[in-house]
């Protein structure tokens, strides 16, 4: 399974509505908001501030975040949109660690 372009959320438009209206879920590293969608497939968009990091950390930061996502949230979820948004002790956390952290919020998602 694919994580697609229609399971993205990058329009800045449809970020601030789920900043607004989702409900949140916070762990240690990651702040989710979520909120029902007219859509009947779920999207999620990633948010990771370089937070004084190389480019070369944050892409890879986000390949791992993205793959977690594809792996763990899409295929268990519908109808819903998802903004994640990365705080700055994300960085050094092993593949593993993000996987299991955000199968824990998963399990507290409100949609």
């Not at 399974?1 to 916070?26: F, L, T, W």
């Not at 700055?88 to 507290?108: I, K, V």
Request: proline letters at 5%; aromatic letters at 6%; glycine letters at 10%.
């Amino acid at each position: 399974m694919r994580y697609s372009r229609a399971q993205r959320i990058s329009r800045s438009a449809d970020i601030r509505r789920v900043q607004q209206e989702g409900k949140v879920v916070r762990t240690r590293h990651f702040t989710i908001r979520v909120c029902a969608s007219p859509l009947g497939f779920p999207r999620v968009g990633c948010i990771v501030p370089r937070h004084g990091r190389s480019a070369v950390d944050r892409n890879r930061l986000k390949r791992r975040l993205r793959e977690v996502i594809r792996q763990d949230i899409l295929p268990l979820r519908r109808g819903f949109d998802a903004v994640v948004r990365v705080g700055p002790g994300t960085y050094g956390q092993a593949y593993g660690d993000l996987r299991l952290e955000l199968g824990g919020a998963l399990q507290r998602l409100p949609v």
